[in-house]
């Protein structure tokens, strides 16, 4: 859906965005995570094609960029760092004008602005002027703008900031909806636990792509892989018979909690059950090593640093 080779943005002696490389599959979600002034904005009016290259290429959505812009822009929808709506307009307005701009026929234009007006819970207040809204609220209707045409690919900066738990649920669920549907969404958050639920890959960025791959895989490289196994009551011989099972790299007992390293949980954990189950131990419960994906950021960008 989306791919970039060596594309570069420099304002002056300013380089926002080094030769980067990325690719983006078709129907997932996408995270983009990165300090402030790493680029990540930047980066989106690139692949939006609302400004243009200092250098490198980019296709997006089966369009070139540099050559399709306009092609571009009608086939990606955008949620910018600032909302950027018509403030003396009401909502309804705000998303008809746009959804007019992107050539929605009458009948579907009133039906979809309907339709993400009540998603979004602003179907009380339609006719409100956008003045009179809150951040979120004005937040929630610029999603909504961004939706509108059912884009193929959806770029969305901080979606969920100055949105209340309800509010950003309603965001994520809507996320969720349409990768569901097949869309590919590009999502830029400093909410790492948000991005753990709902990323199916995320790349670390600093100017240039530091490291590409799935929540998973990135804390196992971090981390290596462990499983907390929790028994009624630890003794010794349980630990030394865990540490006897192949493909145990390491265990250790903290009062009545082993945590066992492994390379391959899937195939060993089974292994270390019956092994403990063999020498009497009772096992309360079972949980995976998991460490947050801030720990795991975290480090990477400090090596990178």
Not at 222 to 229: K, S
Not at 247 to 273: C, E, H, M, Q
Request: hydrophobic letters at 40%.
């Amino acid at each position: 859906m989306l791919r970039a080779e060596k594309l570069t943005k420099r304002f002056e002696k300013l380089t926002a965005v080094d030769a980067l490389d990325l690719e983006v599959r078709e129907g997932e979600v996408f995270g983009f995570l990165g300090p402030n002034g790493a680029g990540k904005t930047t980066t989106i009016r690139l692949l939006s094609a609302l400004i243009a290259p200092t250098s490198g290429t980019a296709e997006i959505a089966g369009f070139r960029l540099g050559r399709d812009d306009a092609s571009i822009r009608a086939a990606v929808g955008v949620l910018t760092e600032h909302p950027g709506l018509y403030e003396r307009l009401s909502a309804h307005d705000n998303l008809d004008f746009y959804a007019r701009l992107y050539g929605l026929p009458d009948g579907l234009r009133v039906a979809r602005v309907e339709h993400f007006l009540r998603l979004m819970g602003l179907w009380d207040r339609r006719h409100d002027p956008i003045a009179t809204y809150s951040r979120g609220m004005k937040q929630k209707v610029a999603i909504a703008r961004a939706a509108l045409h059912e884009p193929k690919i959806i770029f969305l900066d901080e979606p969920t900031t100055g949105l209340d738990p309800d509010a950003a649920k309603t965001v994520r669920d809507l996320i969720l909806a349409l990768r569901a549907e097949g869309r590919t969404v590009f999502l830029c958050t400093h909410n790492l636990d948000e991005a753990d639920r709902l990323c199916d890959r995320i790349a670390l960025f600093r100017r240039r792509t530091v490291r590409v791959d799935t929540p998973t895989n990135l804390r196992r490289e971090v981390y290596g892989a462990w499983t907390e196994i929790r028994l009624r009551e630890a003794r010794p011989e349980h630990l030394r018979r865990v540490q006897a099972v192949e493909g145990v790299r390491n265990a250790s007992l903290f009062d009545s909690t082993l945590r066992v390293d492994l390379d391959d949980p899937l195939r060993t954990n089974p292994k270390v059950i019956r092994a403990l189950v063999e020498v009497g131990a009772d096992v309360a419960f079972v949980t995976e090593g998991k460490p947050s994906l801030e720990d795991v950021y975290l480090q990477i960008m400090e090596q990178q640093s």
